[in-house]
């Protein structure tokens, strides 16, 4: 059974950051490529950055500059730094499996921005 658990969210104010994490479980992590997305409320989810097995990676242009996504495969995590954060990347974020398949979504984690 594949879980994820994400953690490292908070409230923090506008020009701050934060370090969210994800630890992997029940599949090869190294083999899997992983992504960051996020929900604020009354919009879709949306993908926020992406990592492939190798290591390459593709940001979202709204993050792009202030977010960096990034894995350990000895310790089965996904990383995303936020940096400069804004008012509008209040969200929950999720990790999710999205190669070879899309797996499942964590709980998420609360992210809050204020101004």
């Known amino acids: 059974q594949v879980q994820l658990v994400e953690s490292g969210g908070g409230l923090v104010q506008a020009g701050g950051s934060l370090r969210l994490s994800c630890a992997v479980s029940?599949?090869?992590?190294?083999?899997?490529?992983m992504g960051w997305y996020r929900q604020a409320p009354g919009k879709q989810r949306e993908l926020v950055a992406s990592?492939?097995?190798?290591?390459?990676?593709n940001i979202a242009d709204s993050v792009k500059g202030r977010f960096t996504i990034s894995r350990d495969n000895a310790k089965n995590t996904v990383y995303l730094q936020m940096n400069s954060l804004k008012p509008e990347d209040t969200a929950v974020y999720y990790c999710?499996?999205?190669?070879?398949?899309?797996?499942?979504w964590g709980q998420g984690t609360q992210v809050t921005v204020s101004s």
């Open positions: 029940g599949t090869i992590f190294s083999a899997n490529g």
């Open positions: 999710r499996i999205t190669w070879p398949v899309f797996g499942s």
């Open positions: 990592i492939r097995p190798g290591g390459s990676t």
